[in-house]
């Protein structure tokens, strides 16, 4: 299977940017997609094809990447992004997720 | 809008039977797409389980195949899970999702929490 790796952890303050990376351990080619959940919700998709915004996403959310390497920006930060926030891959079967990384801010 | 709402028991017995229903409106399951089991473990990990496509096909996650089935009801709208033999580790809240777009998820049901217990 396709082994996502995601730090576990990021602390930011309010208006910085912050940058989330996900690891594939082998090509995904762009199908690399970003989520966003909040405890007791359902994941939001925030980002599909590695770089597509999701409507209704705001404009701060962005990504990017190809291949291994993927990128989920979120500038500037604000208070309500605090969530964890999931890859996932749809190139490789089966599908796979990272395992989250949660966004505290300070 | 699509809004999908899983259904089911919260609780089930070491060795029988996890059933759920997930039951979609403001789209027609027949009409495309691919309709997906996901669960999310206690401890964060997720894991996409397997999906029904639009015309009936399926496809499982290699880890679960021995174990899963996954059905529709056209007439209702719904498809179904059904994982056999379950152990304590099947404990976790279980969603059901629509590919789309790109085979990402952009809907989601609220997820419903199934605890294997004695």
């Known amino acids: 299977d396709t082994v996502l790796t995601q730090s576990p952890a990021l602390a930011v303050s309010p208006g910085e940017r912050v940058t989330i990376s996900c690891r594939a351990s082998e090509s995904v080619s762009t199908l690399m997609h970003w989520y966003q959940q909040k405890p007791g919700q359902q994941p939001t998709l925030l980002i599909y094809l590695a770089s597509n915004l999701e409507s209704g996403v705001p404009a701060r959310f962005s990504g990017s990447g190809s291949g291994t390497d993927f990128t989920l920006t979120i500038d500037p930060v604000e208070a309500d992004d605090t969530a964890t926030y999931y890859c996932q891959q749809s190139w490789n079967d089966p599908w796979t997720f990272g395992g989250g990384t949660k966004l505290e801010l300070k | 809008e699509i809004q999908l709402q899983e259904s089911g028991p919260g609780l089930v017995k070491p060795s029988q039977s996890l059933s759920l229903t997930c039951s979609v409106t403001?789209?027609?399951?027949?009409?495309?797409?691919?309709w997906s089991w996901i669960r999310k473990f206690p401890g964060n990990k997720m894991e996409w389980m397997g999906y029904i496509s639009y015309s009936g096909s399926t496809n499982y996650n290699p880890s679960l195949k021995s174990r899963i089935s996954i059905t529709r009801d056209t007439s209702k709208n719904q498809f179904f899970l059904q994982l056999n033999s379950v152990t304590t580790e099947d404990t976790a809240t279980y969603y059901c999702a629509i590919n789309y777009p790109g085979f990402s998820f952009a809907y989601w049901g609220q997820g419903t929490l199934v605890t294997v217990s004695s």
């Open positions: 403001g789209y027609t399951i027949t009409s495309g797409y691919d």
